[in-house]
């Protein structure tokens, strides 16, 4: 059954920090680029990062760079998000999902399993 489910998720002061995890079916995961999206409340879904199958690449967005830590455990079928520095400009529900494309894409449409998000709330 392909599932991807994220936690983690929760209220936190601005400065503070959070890490998400997003657990994944290994059918739904295996050998597969992973990646980690949001949507602030009246916004489009927009990409924040993404892995490969063996960590050793990595893609951010701008926003998040030098602040957000993209990283998986295959063994475990879990992909993780370590947020750092959070603004309140990061709130937002966040997803993750998976990309049978080779390179590590930042559009939506190269990723088509997804999770159901998990809601993270800075505040000021």
């Known amino acids: 059954q392909v599932q991807l489910v994220e936690s983690g998720g929760g209220l936190v002061q601005a400065g503070g920090s959070l890490r998400l995890s997003c657990a994944a079916s290994r059918s739904t995961s295996i050998g597969l680029n992973m990646g980690w999206f949001r949507r602030g409340s009246g916004k489009e879904r927009e990409f924040v990062a993404a892995?490969?199958?063996?960590?050793?690449?990595?893609r951010y967005a701008d926003s998040v760079k030098g602040r957000f830590t993209i990283s998986r455990d295959n063994a475990m079928n879990t992909l993780f998000l370590q947020m750092n520095s959070l603004k309140p400009e990061d709130t937002a529900v966040y997803y993750c999902?998976?990309?049978?494309?080779?390179?590590?894409?930042?559009?939506?449409?190269?990723?088509?399993?997804w999770g159901q998000g998990t809601q993270v709330t800075v505040s000021s």
């Open positions: 892995i490969n199958w063996f960590g050793g690449r990595k």
């Open positions: 999902a998976t990309s049978s494309m080779s390179a590590l894409e930042a559009s939506q449409s190269s990723y088509y399993y």
